[in-house]
């Protein structure tokens, strides 16, 4: 079911999709099996989520131009929908409900963030620690680069 | 607002248009209601459920008092009641989400079993209702003084669109590039709905339910995913059963594995008797 700005690709377990640092553009859809979502901090791999199907991985490399935030593998057997760059208008124009459900994952991924900023400022109470730290979770913030179904991992980024 | 759920038996029906006063589906879609109720399986309504433009206050407010005590049993037994938005109904979204029982959505994707299920009105793939929203209400107004002169006057002119919708699903084909997609096996349908179908599709769902086109049906959009379609309750309204994960279009009247015992003629009562709502 390709088109003309979009194709669909199979992982194998295991497989890389998306390495953290790679400038690529691509967004992906998943359309069979699940990936894992994760980060090198401080020199050792964190997981960030697992999405499922139907979830959409890439979204803030497309729209912000920014490398990967994240790495991205495929766990089992994978296949995905590939938009590439300039097919997203027109998935939106084909697919009009896609684009309420980006924003509607984005929207739960702020909330989600915003509820760990006020945890996080109320677990640490020194203002200058709370300064440091919110900058960092701020900052954090704007660099998250792709998207996840809330019904598996709210508040994730890649 | 929870656009995602798991449910594994689920009801679906569209185009109930509850308040038009041609269409008497009251009381055959209240007895609906009690055939869910009885088998405790949660019902969607996938938009047009009340139609606002064909209809007059005074029959939409009884038709929907007389709902309402049935979606309220409904949740009572810890059942639940989705309404998917429709373009009859669009502007009542805010009013029915308001009124207690209703989980109103503008689509709903659904878990069963192993299958991810997408339901939705489809009229967002109207090209007429997109392009021009104004000329189609003209239109459906039109269909609704139709209605008013007698059903048949309105069943003559759907029987009229289907061969102009044939002949456009025909031109459309030979110059259509996704050749992968089957020509449309549901009278009536055009073959536009069932390839936007099959772009939704490509986000990893097993069966796409629309409504809106009021041509019930199923087909096959290829890489073993389902297409189906509920019809409207204007005649032998039908319903798709979702069972985990495993999905049936059925006739709600008549059949052996129909919803409810008699007919549908019966239910829907005389012209003589519906002239009388009317005047």
Known sequence: MSGIFDREESFVDGEIIVREGDISREMFILQRGSVVVTKNVDGREVTLAVLGRGSFFGEMSL???????????????????????????????????????????????????????????????????????????????????????????????? | MITTVREERLLVVSDVHLGNPLYRARRPFLEFLDFAADRNVSVCINGDGVDVIQTT???????????????????????????????????????????????????????????????????LYD????????????????????????????????????????????????????????????????????????????????????????HAGEADLGDGCRYFNTGYWLEAPQYVEIDHGAMRLKPVFGEDNAALSGTWSRARGSWARMRRVIV
């Open chain 2, 127 to 214: 090209a007429l209702y997109v392009r021009s929203p104004r000329l189609y209400v003209a239109v459906t107004v039109l269909g609704g003084l139709a209605l008013r002169i007698h059903p048949r006057v309105f069943r003559a002119l759907t029987q009229l669109n289907r061969p102009l919708t044939a002949l456009g699903n025909f031109g459309k084909g030979l110059f259509r590039k996704n050749k992968s997609l089957p020509a449309c096996p549901i009278p009536g349908e055009r073959i536009a709905f069932l390839e936007s179908a099959g772009e939704i599709a490509k986000r990893g769902f097993d069966a796409i339910i629309l409504g809106h086109t009021h």
């Open chain 1, 63 to 158: 729209l912000e131009s920014l490398p990967r935030n994240a790495t991205v593998r495929a766990c089992g057997d994978t296949r995905v929908l590939i938009l590439e760059p300039g097919s997203l208008l027109l998935k939106i124009r084909r697919d009009p409900t896609f684009a309420f459900e980006m924003l509607q994952h984005m929207s739960q991924r702020i909330r989600d963030l915003d509820e760990r900023l006020v945890a996080l400022l109320g677990q640490r109470p020194a203002a200058a620690a709370d300064e440091r730290r919110s900058r960092v979770v701020l900052s954090s913030t704007s660099e998250h680069t792709d998207g996840e179904s809330p019904v598996h991992s709210p508040g994730a980024g890649v």
């Open chain 2, 57 to 123: 206050a005074g029959r939409l407010t009884c038709d929907l008092a007389a709902c309402s005590s049935r979606f309220a049993s409904l949740s009572q037994k810890g059942l639940r009641v989705y309404y998917v938005v429709g373009n009859h109904d669009a502007v009542l979204e805010h009013f029915l989400a308001d009124w207690g029982p209703l989980r109103v959505v503008p689509f709903l994707n659904v878990l069963s079993g192993e299958k991810r299920i997408r339901i939705e009105h489809g009229h």
